[in-house]
Each structure stands twice: as structure tokens, then as C-alpha cells.
């Protein structure tokens, strides 16, 4: 057999052993296709597609840790609560969660938010709760949420918030850049009441602010339909040298869910930037009849109640990045009642 005769002979060969096992081919399946999580950088940092849809989720919190100090001390845990101790320091733990969700609309971004708080002052008295949950969209919010009344100077200090600031509300804000101006309309009912009156009752209120260069300020106003009383508060703050210094006023025409504390009060306070991670805040404040923080049985006017001072100082550190220091020490005192210093130490990671 020639050469040739033998090359053609082994090509005819292999082709009919292909031909037979074609048949018989193992092919690779598909491989599944894969939905990685879409950075979504429309609306900040932070944020991202949930897989399957336009709408982009945001998810932060901060865990807290705090040890206070002061005769049988009280600490506010969320939504007003309070948890009231016979020794004179209390320590309490605290977790928040925030869920973002916006998307974009023909009426501009619609944001929906939801915050969870859980506070345990021990391992058997622990307390959840909703801490906001509300739809925005076009400057129109409704839900639960903090009202303009829950601002107040960075220190802690001063005593120019509500007793009780988040409720049931429905609120339309104009914004735009450096300025906001809004009307809510809220159910107060578990503010103040005076003698007489029950819960459930309605509130107006507005707010006005902005901030230009080195200037910041905002008036609000309520008024507290089934009291027939309101309250007006108007804050400022200028940089100034090496900090901030920032000055609030207020009035109330009796006691109401807006304010109850006194029928007028002055606060002042200079936060000193140490360094780019230390802040030193002095602050007082001046009540004029004061009358503290009952929320039931309150008296129909401010009249014949004594007045009260208070002054603290406040420091914030950051340790790091997230993680942040606060301690803070007041001393009060009443012309009606005993003279007291309080303070606190916290702990916060946020993230």
C-alpha cells in the first residue's frame, strides 16, 4: 500500500468514527445570568437599585450606648417614653435603622422613609417602636415624622423643643437652595393638656428658615386648637471666630403641645471648633415662669409660676470615623423647687 493510499484510508477511518459519536456530543448548559446590585449615585452616597426595579434604597442607623447622671435619673427613650430609676445614674442602649427608598416621577423624586428605634434600659425592660414612617413627593409629607419644633441649637443645653415632637402629620414645604418655607398640620394627641381637656386634638403650625454664607436662622410657629394656645420660636446662628454661636427666643401664650415649659425663654450658646474633631459648647438659658414638663393637668396660664436659669457645657469628639464621644453637664435652677446638675456620657456608632 502506498503512502497516499494509507493517508486517505486513516481520514476516511476517523470521519466515520466522528460521524458515529456526533450524535452522542455532551453540550454545556447556559450559564444562569447573574443580577449584581446597581450602585444608584442619583440622589447621594449610599444608595442603590434593588435588583429588578428603578427604585433606589438607602439603609443607615447608628447604634448608642449612654450612661446618665442626676437625682433618680429619667431617660428619654423614644417617642417621648420615659424610664424613671431610683439611683442617681442609669445606663440605656439604643438601635436605629433607616430604610430610603426614592425613585424618580413626573412630579420629581418620590421618597418613602421608615425608621425603626429600639431602646433597652435593661435586659428585661426594652422598648420598639416605629420611630417615622412617611411618603414625600413634591414637598407634600404625610405620615409619622418630627415636626420643625424638634430642631433646636447643637448643644445640650437648651430647652426650646416640644415636649412631645413626632406625630401623625401632613405637611407641604417649599425649598430651595437656602431657603424653606411650609405649613403642617398635626395631630397632637400625645402632647400637653390642660385641665379639662382630652386628647386627640389638632395643631397648625409653620416654618420658615434658610442659610446665607455664614448666617443661619429659622421662625416657627404653632397653634394648639383645643388649648387655644400657641407658641413662637425663632433661632440663629452666625460663625463666628473659631466657632458658632447661636441664640434662640421664644414665647408661649399658655401651656400647649408646641411649648409648655415657660411662657418665655432665652438661650444662648458659642460651639468652639477646637479641632477639625473637638467641639466645646458653653450654653444658658433663661425661663421666664416656668413650669416644666407635665403633660397632663397643665394650668391654664403661665401666672404666678417663679422663673429658672440653666447653664452646661457640652463636648463632642469624633474617635474615629463613625464613631463619636458626647458628654455634657447642666446645672439648673428654679425659683419653685431645688437646685439640680444632670449630665451624661454617650457612645455612638453610626453607619
Known amino acids: 500500500m502506498t503512502i497516499k493510499g494509507l493517508l486517505l484510508g486513516s481520514v476516511a477511518a476517523f470521519a466515520t468514527f466522528s460521524g458515529a459519536q456526533a450524535a452522542d456530543a455532551i453540550v454545556a448548559a447556559e450559564p444562569e445570568s447573574v443580577e449584581y446590585v446597581r450602585v444608584c449615585d442619583a440622589y447621594g452616597t449610599g444608595y442603590f437599585y434593588i435588583p429588578g426595579t428603578e427604585t433606589c434604597l438607602k439603609i443607615n442607623g447608628y447604634i448608642r450606648f449612654q450612661v446618665g447622671a442626676g437625682p433618680n435619673r429619667s431617660e428619654t427613650t423614644g417617642n417621648g417614653s420615659t424610664v424613671t430609676n431610683n439611683s442617681d445614674w442609669d445606663a440605656y442602649t439604643r438601635g436605629q435603622v433607616q430604610l430610603t427608598a426614592k425613585s424618580d416621577t413626573e412630579y420629581g423624586p418620590l421618597t418613602g422613609v421608615i425608621v425603626f428605634q429600639a431602646n433597652a434600659d435593661n435586659a428585661s425592660s426594652q ?49 430651595t437652595t437656602g431657603f424653606y418655607a411650609g405649613l403642617s398640620v398635626d395631630e397632637l394627641e400625645d402632647g400637653v393638656y390642660q385641665t379639662g381637656e382630652r386628647s386627640n386634638n389638632v395643631g397648625v403650625a409653620f416654618g420658615i428658615g434658610g442659610k446665607s454664607g455664614i448666617f443661619s436662622y429659622q421662625v416657627i410657629g404653632g397653634f394648639d386648637t383645643d388649648n387655644s394656645d400657641g407658641a413662637i420660636r425663632a433661632i440663629g446662628n452666625v460663625k463666628v471666630g473659631p466657632g458658632t454661636l447661636g441664640l434662640a427666643a421664644l414665647y408661649s401664650s399658655g401651656p400647649n403641645s408646641y411649648y409648655s415649659k415657660a411662657e418665655w425663654a432665652l438661650s444662648a450658646q458659642y460651639a468652639i471648633e477646637a479641632t477639625e474633631k473637638l467641639k466645646i459648647t458653653p450654653a444658658v438659658q433663661y425661663f421666664g415662669k416656668y413650669y416644666g414638663t407635665g403633660k397632663t393637668g397643665a394650668p391654664s396660664s403661665f401666672d404666678g409660676l417663679g422663673d429658672a436659669w440653666k447653664v452646661g457645657v457640652t463636648v463632642d469628639y469624633q474617635i474615629v470615623d463613625n464613631l463619636y464621644a458626647k458628654a455634657t453637664v447642666n446645672y439648673f435652677d428654679p425659683d419653685r423647687g431645688a437646685d439640680v446638675t444632670t449630665g451624661f456620657f454617650r457612645l455612638q456608632r453610626a453607619f
Not at 141 to 170: C, K, P, Q
Open 127 to 175: 422598648v420598639t417602636a416605629l420611630d417615622s414612617a412617611y411618603i414625600d413627593i413634591a414637598g407634600l409629607r404625610a405620615g409619622l415624622f418630627y415636626s420643625w419644633w424638634d430642631d433646636s441649637l447643637s448643644g445640650e443645653t437648651d430647652e426650646i423643643t416640644s415636649a412631645v415632637t413626632l406625630h401623625n402629620s401632613v405637611r407641604y414645604q417649599y425649598e
